[in-house]
Structure formats: C-alpha cells, structure tokens
C-alpha cells in the first residue's frame, strides 16, 4: 500500500535539507496536507499561504512559538528559572495584536530604518576591512554576515556595544528552542536554555534601567508604550516587554543573517550571476528580492484554527494546526517562473512570502533588505573574485523553522 503525501513527509530528517521536489510534488497533488510526523495541516501553494495568513479571525496565530517537538525534562527547571512564559504580541490577534506591535512597528518604520544606514555602511565596511587584513579566506557567516546583523540589530534597540557579541550568541542559541531544530543530545538543549534565561536577564536589567532612566532608544519607547508612568512594572508586564523585545532582537539578526548567508552562496554557485551583478550594481535590488524568494529561511509559520473552516477543498476542523510554507510558496510554480531557478534577473521575483503577509508581516523587513543592500554593494566593490572554497561545503543549521547556514567558507 503506498504511503499518502503526509506520511511521507519527513521535515525533520529525508527532507530536512532539500524539501523541494517534494513540494513541487504537494502542490500538484495535495496542497494542503496532514503531516503525521508533525500532527498538523501543512500549506504549501502561495495563495492558499496567503490566505491564511491575512485572515487571523480564522487562523489564530496563538500557537506561533510553540516548539515542534516536546522539551527534554532537563530543560524545563532552567527555562521555569528565567522570567515567565507570557503571551507576546507575536502569538496575539486583531486589535490586541496590533496595539501591542505598534511600538516595534514605529521603531523599525522606513524612516528609523534608513537612519542606520549610517552606523551600518559604516560597520559593514570595518568588517570588509577586516576580511582583508586576516588573509584570503574567511569563514562568511562568523566573519562578516553574524557580527553584522546582530550588532544593527542591538544598535536599533539600544544596547550597549559590550553587549552586542553575547547577545548574538546566546539568542542565536536560545532560537534553537522555537525553531524545529535537531537537536543531537538534551545537553544542547539545556544549553540552549541557559541561553535563553542569560538573554532575558540581560534584556530584563535593561528594562529596568530604562524604566528609571528612559533613553533616546527602541528599549525605552517599548517599556514607555507597554506601561506607561514612571511605577515599577508589574511581574507580568515585566515578561512581556522582556519577551517581545527577545523576541524581535532574536528574530531581527537570525533571519538578515541566514538570507546574507543563504545569499553568499547562491550567488557563488552561479558564478555567472555573482560577475554580472558586480559588473551591473543596479541589479542588486532585483538580487535582494530573488535572494529573498529562493532563500526563504524561515519554512514555516504555524497558526490554529478558531473554527471549521475549508482551505483549497480541505475541511479544517476548529483548533487544527496549520503550518504554511513560505519556502514551499516561494517556488509555486503557479505564482512564478522557472520556481527552481536562481535568476537576479527575474522580473518577478517581488510577490514572495519570505517577510510574511497580512497583520503580522515581519517589521524588519526594510532592514533586512537594507542590510543586503549595503553588504552587496560593499562585497562586489571589495571582492570581485569571492568564491567558496573548493572541497569545503557550506553546512547548514538543522532547523525547519530558521533555515540558514551555519558556515560559509570563501576565498578570494
């Protein structure tokens, strides 16, 4: 007896690396899936993605955070240490939604993003500097794409620069927590959550540091907006404004890392496109966007039903889990041209779901493409002749929510 679509689909092993060819497959055949491995509905064609990412009456985005696979008890006592798990505005909908991301949204507005450009061409050229003097090879995402991100990030918030490089590695550590990630033994897990209790006690002295002492940053007009007068935040108010701000400072360095990355290589695995677009930088918006498309890191957002519902002919029962498919999306043969190519030239590489849709589309999305902006301009001016290292493959995070390399080696 053959095996259905659902059964056969394995996220987290036969098609943890390379899921395509088997949502091509679910797109022609079954775009809205069971996945018995994960227990939920799987979407995968770009309207149907679309759709249930704009209707959040319908699809709750209540279970967003929520880790595929059950914690080992050896976690628990450590994250239980840290401040409480409350509801953030990520895992809200409708208007409470939107009241409590408005703050963020006004902070990473166009405005406040171009002003970084600043700090960040600035930043970027040092770390171009520094590739330089090290020799003719470098590891790209621990020498350039990490440090880069984490620290406009952190720049944006408001942190301290002495903060900047252990904030970077003990939230790219706690995201492992939320992301779908493989984990190869339970003492990565607790590491994983030390990680996530360091990020919030450190995020949480600046809370109340702010709080008695605003300043010119993000921090103090997300502390000012959630609880506004100048009392000591209640325990409850206190999690949530440190969980939002984790939540957005992990978020807003994990995913502009993994697409600089992601990027990298996709361009010097065409290495007819990496020489065109250096010798045409007006290509490089039309770049961004392809990278953007085919790069997809995160490869799905879960969501739950408040009700029946029927989604592209499949009945949906009240409180299912859904989980669309951006990187399944991305590719849909019906949304766009040659799916499976990379093409820097394609005319229609905007229209992708990389960045989300609907109420919750990503509020970083300019910077991340201004992060891309600056750094390709900067690595096709500096390194005309970048490759990868012959006989040293990338390798890649094992996560099927935050899909990013973990090493890019290059020379040049």
């Known amino acids: 007896m053959r095996e259905s679509l659902g059964d056969q689909y394995d996220p987290l092993d036969k098609h943890l690396d390379d899921p395509f060819l088997f949502y091509s497959q679910a797109q022609r055949e079954m775009p809205v899936f069971f996945s018995s491995k994960l ?24 279970n967003a ?36 991301r408005h703050p963020f949204a006004a902070g990473f507005g166009p405005d406040r993003a171009e002003g970084v450009r600043h700090y960040l061409t600035r930043h970027a050229t040092a770390l171009a500097d520094d590739l330089v003097e090290g020799g003719n090879t470098a590891e790209f995402m621990a020498a350039y ?18 903060h900047h490089h252990a904030l970077g590695e003990d939230t790219r550590k706690a995201a492992t927590l939320a ?5 190869i033994s339970d003492d990565e897990q607790v590491e994983a959550a030390e990680s996530w209790v360091r990020s919030q006690q450190l995020i949480g002295r600046y809370v109340t540091e702010r709080r008695a002492k605003p300043c010119d940053d993000l921090i103090s007009e997300v502390v000012a907006a959630y609880a506004p007068g100048d009392e000591p935040l209640s325990e409850d108010a ?18 502009s890392a993994a697409l600089m990355g992601a990027g ?11 020489r065109l677009l250096c010798e045409r930088p007006d290509l490089i918006p039309n770049a961004i966007e392809e990278i953007a498309r085919f790069c997809a890191p995160t490869h799905i957002f879960l969501r739950q039903t408040t009700r029946n519902t029927v989604l592209a002919g499949q009945e949906l029962p009240a409180e299912a889990e859904v989980a669309v498919c951006p990187a399944a999306a991305n590719r849909d043969e019906a949304a766009f041209d040659r799916p499976g190519e990379f093409d820097i030239t394609r005319e229609q590489a905007t229209g992708h779901v990389t960045f989300g ?17 600056i750094s390709l301009r900067i690595l096709t001016e500096r390194f005309p002749e970048l490759r990868l290292v012959p006989g040293l493959a990338p390798t890649w995070r094992p996560s099927l929510v935050q899909r990013g390399p973990s090493t890019v080696p290059v020379t040049w």
């Open 39 to 62: 227990g939920l509905w799987m979407v995968t064609r770009l309207a149907d993605v679309k759709e249930v990412l704009r209707d959040g009456q319908t699809f709750s985005s209540a």
């Open 65 to 100: 955070l929520r880790p595929l696979e059950p914690l080992s008890m050896d976690v628990l006592p450590i994250l239980f240490g840290g401040y409480p798990l409350v509801p953030v505005f990520l895992v809200m909908d409708g208007e409470q939604h939107m009241r409590r």
């Open 145 to 162: 794409a990490n440090p880069l991100a984490i620290s406009v990030i952190c720049h944006m918030m408001g942190y301290a620069p002495e």
């Open 179 to 183: 992301m779908g990630y493989v984990f």
């Open 238 to 255: 206190e999690a949530e404004v440190v969980g939002s701000i984790l939540g957005v400072t992990l978020a807003g360095h994990i995913t």
């Open 264 to 274: 990298v290589i996709q361009l010097l695995e065409h290495p007819e496109q990496w």
């Open 357 to 373: 849709h609907g109420p919750h589309f990503c509020i970083g999305a300019g910077l991340a493409r201004l992060e891309l902006e």
